[in-house]
């Protein structure tokens, strides 16, 4: 690496996205180099060797979401990717009884029914850059009515009840449509995922449809995990890109975007300089334009909007290393699925109300996943890995800190595994705790934010990441966003890196 | 057997504004009322001797001036005595004052915030600019994206053509629709108080609390009035709301209308899907060529309309729809102003108190407190210490009391409508009562000693008493899933109904709520236009 060596495009980060748009780019005869800090790729999508032979998620732990276009232009089965099918999500009820969220049950039939149409109309929209609405020229008025017709397609009694539902409440949606309180709760917490909101807070039912698309599943559908561990995804397209010519550069963290003449040059990394005209960035947005580009390239008025954008991380992320199974009630199929402890929608709204005030909740809502009951390459014979997300935790505490507080609540957690898995205290032979402050720091996430910004419905669209910056280029000519801060945002999916490189090759002159 | 042009159920402000312009057109209208006086929730009662209760609503802005004009309001006897602002205590001792002048608004907030003082004029003209935008909705039936028909792309250009004026505050009212008050208001402040004040006009009515996504556009729609120039803010009727309700219906009997007081309509009659009239409690049948129900959308489908005569997908619709009561008004007679403590350092200073009490009183020291308020609620209870908006009406138009003594409106958020564990409001009212006074009394320590009268009016009795669905004052959430072309609800927008030549006018219908008169104006022209 030096002064001399000069690429078309730079990747910022080697997570998902960031590997998506370099393979895309390559592929289309592009020179890329992806600079990662970590000495792995796969950023939040990566496994790791949290004690010897335990191999558990960095953060994401299903890949059911990951766009089947994703996997099969770049051919990650090819390059050994194995999707292992799991279960569905059970909600424990104490210690003895336990639910089954079936996707065969009536009572979701409808809601099944309906969602799906409306995840395949969106679908239309996510997978490709959106349409401009300040209608310029013809080509824009086409993509605007495009995406008209896809939500038009739906019909005459569904099209208006979809612009209804998308600003919604999941509880609303609950209320109307789900009779059984345990499946409402493990449906709320699947809207729920990685979002600054609760059950009531209208928007949530969107998170419904988009972190359960019908190409995943639909909603309630099961979970999938990768042979290997998640990482298995992200190294797969790591090999991919490098198959297309990419250059994948580890243990390599990008300090400076360079901008010379008002547009970019290339980028600062480990005190060298990269030459590239186009430098794409999957980090978050406000990291990449304040930290990495300088807020003085850029107009006052967008410097305070990239400010205002709200990535505030709930999630706290717990990895365990087991000596035997959890013994969780109903048994060891819900292994093979998500469990979750939380069985009522209030239960996962007073978690929602205590990070409200900056608090922590006394019974956090939890999520968990045993990805070796399926998959005995992750840890030793016998023994197991398990993730917990525990949601709703604040980024920031009010009268304390994550530094003095992290081990009490690890240790509440721990004790709420407990009491719907008696044992599971004593085998544990590991543990870690990553809060919201802990990931930031990790993974290089403001806030903490799974999503690189909130999903909520003021930062969706033509919102996202900056209101009115929706076309992955950025006011800096050449620098642009590829990671789920950018439309469609968001949980594994890819599209966000394939939409990117998409349109860059298109911006190309 | 009479037989009439139109018959309206209901002598609200909007069955009334609607009868009026109907009339106005030379059609014979009827207008029945169950209770024993018109105005709905829009009235004035004397329920202590001497003591006048603005009852349900308290204060005007919204009402579109030219319904002022076509109707001639004034010379029927409306007339607005404007409030002077708004007073925050701070709940340490201080207060924030909002004034009615801007000026003055803007030293008071530089005590507090020199950053706030400045963009408290961002703030405000971001504000105007939005409701300029948004204001040509408020005057025409909703143009609905799900219609291809020639009538609803002529206004869906118009509407492309509004924002395509203003595509710099595309965005802002983008954001606007879908961000939460608090959210909202904490870009441009930092002031504990005033963050709480101007956020809690995004709650107003709603089943929602500040940091709910969405309560920023209800926060815009009760800024709309302020634009119009006539009253840049709220105003008090004189003689109370009654004197609104009472000029409406002046108006509408000088042009022929007839009203009919104690006749409540027991259903409305229908033939082969046509509306043909009502039969009213007793029995009698009136004709009409038009039936217009100003009563919200679950009482007109759900209790005056037979199950047979709808199609079960539209009344599911209905059953949908969201009517959640979550406020409840307190009414006091007093023998005199309570003090408030935090106005301690203006009689110190031996200055009148008077300007500050002759406007709103509001109970919103932070977002947080609002936010608690609304947690109560969620789960079923009435709020500890509930926010309040409060006026003294005597103190603007002194008839309101006997010389010397006062009559004060309080305005409380949460009470839902629904209590937790099989609670009755019957039951609660007091208790609720007692929240309210204890709160306030926490700010103007007095106030108990000088209560001579006290009226409670919980969800239920708002239900009962004026036949508001759940108690909900709007007539069904101001949600973004209720607005515009979803209100009432998808696929059936606007003031027309499945049954031929039975309408609707009342807050249920696009705009909304608030005593706008806009779903009474637009449905006597989609009327008129209709026939």
Known sequence: MSDSRKYDVVVIGAGLNGLATAAYLAKAGKSVAVFEAADHVGGTMATVEIAPGFKAPAALDTVETLHPAVMDELGLKSYGLEI?????????????????????????AELRRFTGRLGEALEKVWTRPLPAVEPT???????????????????????????????????????????????????????LFGASMGPRSPGSAYGLVHHQPPCAGGVGGPVKFARGGPGAVTEALASSAKAAGVQVVLSSRVSEVIVEDGRAA??????????????????????????????????????????????????????????KEPAFSGGAATLRGRIQIGSTVDYIERAWDAAKYRELPKEPLLTCSVPSALDPTLAPPGKHVMLVRAQFTPYQLDGTSWDAEREAFGDRVVHLLETHAPGFAKSILHSEVDSPVDLEARFGLSGGCLHHADLALDQLLHMRPIPGWYGYGMPVPGVYLCGPGTHPGGAGTGLSGRNAARQMLSDWK | MKSYDAVIIGAGHNGLICAAYLAKAGKKVLVLERRHLVGGATVTEELYPGFKYTVCSYVVSLLRPDIIEDLELPKYGFELLPLNGTLTPTGDGDFVMRWHDAGDTRRELMRHSPKDAEAYERFAELLYHLALTIRPLLSTPPASPTKLGPANLKKLRGLGKIFGDRSDHLYDLAKLMTMSAAEFVEQFFETPALLGTLSASGIIGTFLGPRSPGSAYVMLHHYMGEIDGQFRAWGFPRGGMSGVAEAIASSARSEGAEIRLECPVERILIERGQAKGVVLEGGEEIRAKKVVSSLDPKRTFLKLVEEGHLDPAFRQSIDRFKIRGSSAKVNLSLSALPEFTCLDSIRARG????????????????????????????????????????????????????????????????????????????????????AVIDTLAEHAPNIRDTILHRQVVTPWDLEQTFGLTEGNIFHGELSLDQLFFLRPVPGQDGYGTPIRDMYMCGSGTHPGGGVMGAPGQLAARAILGGE
């Open chain 2, 351 to 434: 200055e009148s108190t008077d300007p500050y009490m002759a406007g709103a009183i509001s109970i919103s020291p932070s977002i947080d407190y609002l936010e608690r308020a609304y947690d109560d609620a969620k789960y079923g209870h009435f709020s500890r210490r509930p926010y309040m908006d409060m006026i003294f009406p005597s103190m603007l138009d002194p008839a309101m009391a006997p010389p010397g003594k006062h009559v004060a409106s309080i305005f409380c958020h949460y009470a839902p409508y629904e209590l937790a564990d099989g609670a009755h409001w019957d039951d609660q009212r007091e208790a609720f009562g007692d």
């Open chain 1, 266 to 323: 290339g980028v600062s990394v480990n005190g060298e300089s990269v030459r590239a005209d186009r430098v794409v960035s999957a980090l978050d947005p406000r990291t990449t334009l304040i930290d990495l580009v300088g807020p003085r390239w850029m107009e006052p008025e967008f410097v305070e909007k990239v400010l205002q954008v709200r990535s505030r991380g709930t999630i706290t992320i717990l990895r365990f290393a087991l000596d």
């Open chain 1, 84 to 108: 292992i099918e799991g279960g569905g999500t059970t909600v424990l009820l104490g210690s003895e009884n336990a639910h089954q969220v079936n996707t065969d049950d009536p009572s979701i």
């Open chain 1, 137 to 191: 020229g013809v080509g824009g008025i086409v993509d605007l009515m495009r995406l008209g017709w896809a939500l038009r397609s739906m019909g005459k009694r569904d099209f208006p009840e979809a612009l209804r539902f998308l600003p919604m409440c999941v509880k609303d949606v609950m209320d109307e449509h789900v009779p059984d309180e345990a499946t409402r709760a493990a449906l709320s917490s699947s809207s």
